[in-house]
């Protein structure tokens, strides 16, 4: 993200919901771009380059989990944070199967809503992988993290960019159990509790990547009680 205002792409048809999200976020000094269809944002994506987008799931068209795979085929790093009024597990797991980075149900509190977002790009705006992080190998695996990629016994696979940060932070601190809130904090950018399925299924995520058996895994270890540890073996 450069010094410039951050660029937010909104994929919204419910017209005055958008239009609140739009007043806010501007309010907050970013620049938002508007579009009611799956099908213009896929358009939009294509040629302009945003720092977040905010996707909801109910779209005319093509709905947004299909949009979701989409944008990740055309750009893997660009947080996505989707919005529905589903509550469902089933549908959480879903959007972040789909490659979303953050989900949130309507109808949402604007302060949480807003805290997400800047959360978001703030994280996205200064992080950067050391070098020295370049080529990480655990099993027949092998992550790198500069050019947010990795290579699994499944293929190689683009990683997003809140996958590059939490892999990041799992490989610096090896071996660690490493707390729900730290983890909330450090990849997401928010210290509450209140979203620890959003990092429980992003984990789901990192071990169908990685594990050789994702029901039993072995190197993104549940630690209960406290979060979660990373052991290369």
């Not at 309010?27 to 099908?39: D, K, P």
């Not at 597990?89 to 805290?115: C, M, T, V």
């Not at 730290?182 to 928010?190: A, K, Q, T």
């Amino acid at each position: 993200m450069s010094e410039e205002k951050p660029q937010i792409l909104l994929v919204e048809d419910e017209i005055h919901l958008a239009r609140g999200i739009t007043f806010n976020l501007e309010q907050e000094g970013y620049l938002v771009s508007h579009v009611e269809s799956g099908e213009e944002a896929l358009e939009k994506v294509k040629v302009e380059r945003f720092e977040l987008i905010i996707l909801d799931v109910m779209l005319p068209g093509i709905d947004g989990y299909q949009v979701c795979r989409e944008v990740r085929t055309l750009d893997a790093r660009v947080p996505i944070l989707m919005l529905t009024a589903r509550g469902d597990e089933s549908d959480r797991i879903a959007g972040l199967a789909q490659g979303a980075d953050d989900y949130i149900a309507k109808p949402f509190n604007l302060k949480e809503f807003l805290l997400r977002v800047s959360g978001m790009l703030r994280r996205s705006s200064w992080y950067r992988p050391e070098p020295v992080e370049e080529g990480y190998r655990f099993g027949e695996n092998e992550v790198f993290l500069l050019s947010y990629r990795a290579r699994t016994s499944q293929g190689e696979i683009d990683l997003t960019d809140l996958e590059v940060r939490m892999l990041s932070l799992f490989f610096q601190r090896e071996g660690d159990a490493i707390p729900r809130s730290v983890l909330l904090e450090n990849v997401w950018g928010y210290s509450t509790d209140a979203e620890t399925r959003t990092l429980d299924n992003f984990i789901v995520r990192l071990r169908k990547y990685f594990e050789p058996e994702p029901s039993h895994p072995i190197y993104f270890q549940t630690v209960r009680g406290v979060g979660y540890r990373f052991k290369r073996q």
